[in-house]
């Protein structure tokens, strides 16, 4: 069993609509989780990270976490062409920095 | 200017040489990392640092080698290349907070 897993996609949304994006774990222990969002041909940036569960909003984009089932998700509101890229869930488990990268979610918002 | 830099951009090499690839910051921060990313596989660990005097192997660290050479330096070998270490490799670096910023990329092709 992978330690971080999505499902590869793509997943196509229209323009406009809420897109959704899971990711599992396998570590109960993890403690930090990540979504980055990365263009093709370009490198990873940063979009949101969380800690505890329930969900944190920032703009568009809400990260929402479930340690009891654990599995963290990503949602892009008002889904427009330029969010299509891949993105990719990382987890952290452990008190040392050690992230874990999911194999990326590619996401195509048709206009 | 960039914050992490990664020189080649790109290369190309052939089976059994000696290729090093360097990555330099000016972010300040003491953590660095060396990734490397192929389709269908993620991003997948080859060596970090938390510190100059500290080298830990990642999760795929056969036929690498790296260098801390200051904490703005981090360098990666490959001490015979061989064709299944095509991939684009990336550094990344942290300052503990759990953020990784991540440089441009490398595109590495062994013939």
């Known amino acids: 069993q992978k330690e971080v897993e999505q499902n590869s996609g793509p997943l196509s949304v229209p323009e406009g609509a809420i897109a959704s994006l899971n990711c599992t774990y396998s570590?109960?222990?993890?403690?930090?989780f990540f979504w980055y969002r990365q263009y093709s041909g370009k490198s990873p940036e940063l979009i949101m990270f969380?800690?505890?569960?329930g969900d944190k909003e920032d703009g568009r984009f809400t990260a929402q976490l479930n340690k009891a089932s654990q599995y963290v998700s990503l949602l892009i509101r008002d889904s427009q062409p330029s969010d299509s890229a891949t993105y990719l869930c990382a987890v952290r488990a452990g008190g040392y920095q050690k992230v874990t990268f999911g194999i990326g979610t590619k996401l195509q918002v048709i206009p | 200017d960039a914050d992490v830099t990664q020189t080649p951009r790109n290369r190309i090499t052939k089976t059994g040489k000696r290729i090093m690839l360097e990555c330099s910051q000016t972010k300040g921060h003491d953590r660095m990392y060396w990734y490397r990313q192929d389709p269908g596989l993620g991003l997948r660990l080859i060596y970090y640092?938390?510190?100059?005097?500290?080298?830990n192997k990642g999760e795929i660290s056969d036929g690498y080698s790296v260098s801390r050479q200051a904490q703005a330096k981090f360098s990666l070998s490959l001490e015979s290349a061989i064709p299944n270490q095509t991939a684009l490799y990336f550094c990344?670096?942290?300052?503990?907070?759990?953020?990784?910023?991540f440089g441009p990329g490398t595109r590495l092709l062994v013939l």
């Open positions: 969380i800690y505890s569960n």
């Open positions: 640092s938390f510190d100059v005097k500290d080298i």
């Open positions: 990344a670096t942290s300052d503990g907070q759990e953020t990784q910023y």
């Open positions: 570590d109960r222990g993890s403690q930090s």
